[in-house]
């Protein structure tokens, strides 16, 4: 890594006032950028990604910092655009496939909706128990989502017992059986109850991040800013499952680790109540033809599909997945924030690269 | 014969002067703030060399984080502190050689002849030299050195307090 | 021959400490660990990154090694075993220690790199967050010890030890101790989630190696003025007095270390608001209490 920074000097400037007697500061700082506090300063642009510890792979995030605080903020993702449908189309067991493998970290989530978008499009209705069996994968999904921000957070904020911890709660859940994953119940209810009690947690993530609600939050940072913002409210599986969204006020990243806390509790409550998993590996469309739109609550917010059908292949698909939005948040909500703040911010709204769009 | 207290005391003292010269040889203001740092540093060690103990210590104290805090400040407010642009470091050349002449002069002066021998034979030990400094300070010179603080102390307090309503207005405007 | 056995057992302490660390880090207690690690760093191409400022870059891991072996110089590890016995002693420590930020900031701007020049400025700020609370507290045990001997701070704890006769003062000095020494929750200038590694980030080979060992060695220096200070030094029933430093430096180095583990890193703003709205009003305080339990009950 190279930047121009500090050492990088004014060879113009010293062109300039070079056979001066005295050193005219009004003069010599007159072009650099002001910051915010008005003192002219060098600013430094430094690339935190796309292979940053506690960041996720694949982001690239490029700070322009002004002293330790970041004055601009340039993001995008070098791993994104993965669910782009080929020109010939896809047949609907591939597209399953294709749309899963799209996100490596959520890709129980994308499947899930794929087939969910497939069958609206072919006009059929899986019977209440597979709805039920998948929901209770995806929410075990949601459980190794949040444990693996849980372990993004602990290496971000240099919490190293948490980085541990959470890694292996969530392998653990990744390869869990219904019984064992009900066994993570306790633990998950130690965990909870130990961050709460955690000592510099709360002053490190309060008052980190604020988002006020609007169109572009989704999911645990939509209901983080007490917006009523998911899409299992409107499901009529969940609804039978007795299904109550949380949300709180604050908007801070406390808030999202306190949502995320909370959704894993849940999350394992419904899949008490389910009792068993099934896989969405694929649907059975036949040769139908026709228009669909699925949306389902991944672990980081509402994604949906838009799809059409022409005699059993995919032709047309249109994703709009929650990080595509948070990404646009990023260049206001760092502004004047400090570095370490600025990236706490960053990791608190648990973004996934791979998902955004092309 | 030359013992091996002269030999320390020549040694820093070469050095207090050798790192004082690279402070006007570079043309990296961090440099010339470190080598001003490592300039005193060597004069702290040569004050050890010389047994004024609790002068040495204090010396080499008190300049590390002045002297590093004197770095930042030039950071932020010179142009150029990596020194890429070859700035000049010394103004007012004539003025300057002539001060340090007589600056020279004089020490040399005093070096010479002051009778020394008299000031050597009282000197106390390391020891009893700090339990001196310290009733001293608090005794007799304790009304000087507690002006001297609140003083300090007002002029922060209200230099802070000048700044605060010009930061204000700089924020909203 | 002092200086040779202090130095060497500091070389061991600090290693005991990277294997603790390493034990930390992977989950797997190895002996060999380090000494793996150390290997491995010397047989590393050392990179020197591009326009560096080259006296700062090759000189500050060099002298982080050297202020953490100078700080060990006025330590008494048992009686007599002491490399100098300096009547200024108490606060030579502190003298030393001054230059742990110099030696930071000259890693921070030399190698030309941000995560290494915001890494090293910030450390700056935390000296003057944590130099206070070093200083003061030390105040207070010259103070009861009526010297700034060291060995004369030990034997003043003969009846009752520093920790329990000013546990205000060893708390502040702990938690200073700690954000000397950059060890977690204060690791601002090397912050591995913000900086990634920050003032070490653009060192490699045996740069790293020497500025780590600095690092360990700097750890295990103030853990033992943390002993002498405020743990009785030598002192302890049975076993000899170089037993009870060794377990007690390892102990209190132990202790930083673990307690790092289990806390998120602190906020800079935080660090500095914290310590000059709460931990110099309490060392101040606690310079009062000593100054009146003098005066009652030396």
Redesign the interface.
Known sequence: MTVEHAHAGHAQAQAQHGDMPFMSMVDVTKDLPRSRDGLPMEWVEVPFGPMFPGLPGGLLLTLTLDGDAVAKTRVRSVVGGGGVLPTAGLDATSFIAHLGAMDPLAPVAYRLLACRALEAAAGQVPDEEIRRRRIAVLERERIASHLGWLAMLGLQTGFAWLERHATRMQLECLRADLPRILQLRSTIQALTARLVRTPLLRSRLHGSGIVRPSSDLRGPVARAAGMRCDARIDDETYAALAFEMTERQGGDAFDRLHIRLGEMQQSLALIQSVGGFAEPASTVVGSASGAGHASLETPRGEAQLHLVLESGRVVQAQLDTPTTHHMKLLPDLLDQQELGDALTTVCSLDLSPWEVAA | MISLQTVFIAFFGIATIGFGILVFRTSSMVRSALALLFSQTALGAMFLAMQAEFLGVLQIMMMATEMSIMAIFMVMFMMDPGGLGAMEMSHQKRLSILAGVVGALATAGIALFTPWGVVVNVAPPAAEQIRALGTELLGRSMLIFETAGVTILTAMIAATAVALPALQRKRNA | MNTLVIVLSLLAGAYLVAVLEAW??T?RFRLAAPAWAAVALLGRESIV???P?R??FETAPVLLLVVALLVSAVLPLSPGLIIAD???GA??V???L??V??AL??AG?GP????A??GG??F?GQ??AY?MLIVMPITAVAMRAES??TTAVVTSQGAVWNIVYQPLGFVLFFTAAMAVSFL??F??PT??????GGVEAEYTGVRLGVFRLGRMVLVVSLAAVTTVFYLGGWMGPVLPPWAWSAIKILAVSSTMLLT???????????LLAWCWKLGIPLALLNIFIVGVMVLIWP
């Open positions: 930390l880090a989950g990154p591009r326009t400022d006296i700062f300096m009547t200024t606060l030579f502190n003298a030393v001054a230059y930020p110099v900031l000259m701007w030309n790199g941000g995560y020049l915001v400025w910030r700056l000296t003057i130099s700034l001997l977690p929750p690791d601002l912050a591995g989630g913000e900086l990634a790092g583990h289990y806390l998120p890193r602190i906020r800079e703003a935080h």
